[in-house]
Structures are given as structure tokens and as C-alpha cells.
């Protein structure tokens, strides 16, 4: 349930309103060709097994040799999350069996990560909000279990056995789904203009263990936590939140009390269900991996790396307002993944910036969506978008012609000035030719004209109708108006 006075998310049971506490660690994958501790390749959709060194398999005697390119990347996600770069970095190894884990340890980081304490600004309908980043750590990510081949037996898949990993942790700060999805497609822009993680939830880049946890609404105190493990899209995510909550509302309502676990998000159910209790730290028995030699940075190692960084999100929206004028709602839509304010700021080097946005929010946006297709995919290049806006803002066409020039080119990035003078689609602007047309109007509807001019105005919309009927769509609806007032006196 949502007030509406105050916009906060709270769950309400017998009068008693409880807040939700929510906190994510997020799983990144890492941009980078080769894996954290080896050469092997880190390519999507290859072959079970094929991308796998003696090292990713834990082949006796096989030792671990750090990838420095994604060292770099987990140092220019922490710049781009705000957040301390830390001096000295250790890795650890944790320890706990799985059949995927082929070393019976983790290397992961503990005590010492590479990324410290960092923010995000989150861009909500009720105004921004600052979320704490508690760390950000590298970690090589298991294989996978697969349940669905053989009937009888578990199949292990290694390839993405040793892939690096950015474990990014939030404070817990968030308060709803709501926030959760926004704060997700925050991460997910900042590192894809960073070129660290492509964000692919749908190939396992990016996914998260979801902290859920309630208390009633005024109490300071956290409530017991529960982790959701391995929730790999925004959706589950805020479904699994909504369950979750409710399900810990509903124990402590009937007098019980939560117990610390993990649990999975059953996705048909829709429902949370146990999966073991929630470790500790000191379960795991970290201790510093005795292959792994500590990582030490300089000042002048982390200030080379910022200058390797680019505009980011929240930069990019506050030129976007000053320079042209935007409003935060639209620069915020707009920069709000890369490759759409590259296309934005494609289409209006040489067009209307306030038209190149409505046309690009709009219209193109719902093309896309119809379409299922990405802003890289976009059946509409940016130069031809520019002229079609170029074509409305001169006169050539109206905006109504311009919709019907825009499903032609849809269907093959065609050139609008092509369009318009093969269909005959340009506009008519010139005066003495729509004050014959409205004269005609107004000649055989004298009727009408009468009752305009005793008083019923809203017979003005009548006339501008027609006479864009009688036109075909054509003529120039401003000048039409115009004309139309003079006429009408």
C-alpha cells in the first residue's frame, strides 16, 4: 500500500502500518575478455565446458594470476558510484562445498575490497533520494548446476567457473519496490557508461541476493533479515520483495517471530520459500588466500584512472537541463541509458532539440516497444529522424503528416524528404490558396456561420475540421486558424 500524502510503500495489518527495509548485493559480471584468475574466455552461449583452464577447474598445483584490466573496471565502478578506492586491497578466500565449486572455496574479499563506502542519487517521482553504498568487492563467480538434462543425475557447467564478478552492497536504505527498480536501472546505467558490465540480466550479468526485513512504522531498530538468493530480473525482484514482506508481516502479526535464512523466489508461485539458515560471516572461515598477494594502489595509480572516466548519468542530465533547456523529467528519460542519449544528441546536432525529445519519448519509443527492439536496433537511424523533425519545424509537413511519414520510414529507415514528395504529402502554406479553400468552407456552410457568430464558439473547431478535410490533411493548421479568425469576424 502506498499514502499518497507521503508516497512511502508501508504494509498495513489490524491499523498498524510496518515500513519494509531493503537492502541488495548486487552481482555484477565484469566487462572484461578474460576471467578474473585466468585467460580463459568469458564469451555468453558457448558450449558446456569449453571455456575452461586448469586453473578455473582447480587442477592440483594450479595458481591464480590477477586480471589487472578488471581490477581497473571494479576501480572505475567505484569512482562512478562516488565511493572511497581503497589503498590496499586483500583477497580471501570463503569457504563452503558445492558440486559447481570446483576449488571448495571462493576468492572473494572480505575484510579489505577494492571499492568503500560510495551513494547513488536516485531520480523518484516524490523528488531524489541518496542510497549508501556499503562496498563494492571483486569475486570469482562459481559454475553452474544443471537439473534438467538428465533425469538422475546433476550436470556441472564450468565455464563461468572463475568469470569476475563486482559484488556491489547497498546500505539498507531502500523502502520499496519501487525504489528497488529505480536504484537497479541506476547501477545498470552508471556501469554501462562506464563499459564495466553490460547489464544483460538475461544472461546472468547482473543479478542479486535481496535483504527483506520489517519493523513498525516509528521503531529505529531493524527487524530480523531474510536473503532472497540469486534474483536475476527487476520483476522477480519487486515480487519477491512484496511476498517477502508480507510473509514476515503476517509471522510477526500472528505472534511469531522471523528466523534468519535464506531463501529462494519461486517464480510460478510467486513465493519465498526456505532454503537454509542465514551464515554468518565466521561460517565462511575467511581467511587471506595464500596464493593472492595483497593489492596496493598510489594516489597517482587512482587519479590516472579517473581521467579515464566519462560523462556519467547525473552529469550528462545537468548539461542536458542547462544547455538546452530540458526539463529534469526529460533529461532524466533521456540519459538514462547510453545508447538513447547518444542517439538524442545524434538527432539534434542539426534539429529542434525541445521537437528531437518529444519525437524521441514518444513516437520512437512506443516504435520500439511495439517492436521489442533496443535504440541500437531502431528501424530509424538519427539522421533521418533529424530530417523528419526538420520537415515539421519548417513547414514543409504537419505534425499529424509527419506521424504517417514516420510509419513509412519504419519499415526501412527511409529518407522522409524522399517520402513526402514521392506520396505528395507536403503541407500547403500558401495563404491565397487556403484563404480560397476557407472561403469555400465558409460559402456553403453560412448556416453555421450565423450560429458561430451568435455566439457558440465552439463551432470554431467545426470550421478548422473541414477545412482540413477538404484539404486531405494538408493544409498548414496554424495559417488554417489564422485565416479562419479573420474570416469568422
Not at 545498470?188 to 563499459?195: A, F, H, N
Not at 513498525?216 to 540469486?230: A, D, H, L, P, V
Not at 510460478?268 to 560471516?281: G, I, L, P, V
Request: negative net charge; aromatic residues 8%.
Amino acid at each position: 500500500m502506498v499514502d499518497e500524502m507521503t508516497k512511502d510503500y508501508f504494509i498495513e495489518r489490524n491499523g498498524k502500518k510496518y515500513e519494509v527495509i531493503i537492502g541488495l548485493e548486487v552481482h555484477a559480471q565484469v566487462l572484461s575478455e578474460s576471467k578474473l584468475f585466468s585467460t580463459s574466455p568469458t564469451k555468453f552461449g558457448s558450449e558446456p565446458n569449453t571455456q575452461v583452464s586448469l586453473v578455473d577447474a582447480a587442477f592440483p598445483g594450479m595458481l591464480p594470476v590477477i586480471n589487472e584490466f578488471c581490477i581497473k573496471q571494479a576501480i572505475k565502478t567505484g569512482i562512478g558510484l562516488n565511493a572511497k578506492i581503497n589503498n590496499k586491497s586483500i583477497f580471501d578466500r570463503k569457504n563452503y562445498f558445492y558440486a559447481d565449486l570446483p576449488q571448495g572455496y571462493q576468492i572473494s574479499q572480505y575484510k579489505d575490497p577494492i571499492v568503500g563506502e560510495g551513494f547513488v542519487v536516485l531520480d523518484l517521482a516524490t523528488g531524489s533520494r541518496t542510497i549508501g553504498i556499503e562496498r563494492l568487492h571483486l569475486e570469482q563467480d562459481a559454475g553452474k548446476s544443471i537439473h534438467d538434462i538428465d533425469p538422475k543425475n546433476t550436470l556441472v557447467d564450468l565455464n563461468r567457473s572463475g568469470v569476475a564478478l563486482m559484488e556491489i552492497v547497498s546500505k539498507p536504505d531502500l523502502r520499496s519496490p519501487d525504489e528497488v527498480n529505480v536504484y537497479i536501472k541506476k547501477l545498470r546505467s552508471i556501469m554501462r557508461y562506464l563499459g564495466t558490465c553490460d547489464g544483460n540480466m538475461q544472461e546472468g550479468s547482473l543479478r542479486a541476493d535481496v535483504n527483506v526485513s520489517v519493523r513498525k512504522q516509528g521503531e529505529e531498530n531493524y527487524g530480523t533479515r531474510c536473503e532472497i538468493k540469486n534474483v536475476n530480473s527487476i520483476k522477480f525482484m519487486q515480487m519477491a520483495i512484496e511476498h517477502e514482506a508480507n510473509r514476515q508481516v503476517d509471522i510477526l502479526e500472528d505472534g511469531g517471530k522471523i528466523d534468519q535464512e535464506t531463501r529462494l523466489f519461486d517464480t510460478k508461485k510467486n513465493e519465498t520459500r526456505s532454503m537454509r539458515s542465514k551464515e554468518d560471516a565466521h561460517d565462511y572461515r575467511y581467511f587471506p588466500d595464500p596464493d593472492l598477494l595483497p593489492l596496493e594502489f598510489t594516489n597517482d595509480y587512482i587519479e590516472d584512472i579517473k581521467k579515464e572516466i566519462p560523462e556519467l548519468p547525473d552529469q550528462k542530465k545537468s548539461r542536458f537541463i542547462e544547455k538546452f533547456n530540458l526539463s529534469p523529467y526529460e533529461a532524466n528519460i533521456l540519459v538514462s541509458d547510453l545508447d538513447t542519449s547518444i542517439y538524442f544528441e545524434a538527432v539534434i546536432e542539426n534539429s529542434d532539440v525541445k521537437l528531437s525529445s518529444n519525437w524521441i519519448t514518444g513516437e520512437l519509443f512506443a516504435l520500439l516497444n511495439e517492436k521489442n527492439l533496443e535504440i541500437t536496433e531502431s528501424p530509424i537511424s538519427a539522421k533521418n529522424l533529424s530530417k523528419l523533425i526538420n520537415l515539421i519545424k519548417d513547414g514543409t509537413i504537419s505534425g499529424k503528416i509527419a506521424k504517417t511519414v514516420f510509419e513509412m520510414m519504419a519499415k526501412g529507415d527511409k529518407n522522409p524528404i524522399d517520402i513526402v514528395k514521392e506520396k505528395g504529402l507536403k503541407q500547403q502554406s500558401d495563404p491565397k490558396e487556403l484563404e480560397k479553400l476557407i472561403e469555400k468552407v465558409i460559402n456553403e456552410n453560412q448556416d453555421k456561420v450565423k450560429e458561430y457568430k451568435s455566439g457558440k464558439d465552439k463551432l470554431f473547431g467545426f470550421f478548422v475540421g473541414l477545412a482540413m478535410k477538404v484539404s486531405g490533411g494538408k493544409a498548414n493548421p496554424q495559417l488554417v486558424n489564422e485565416i479562419l479568425k479573420k474570416k469568422l469576424k
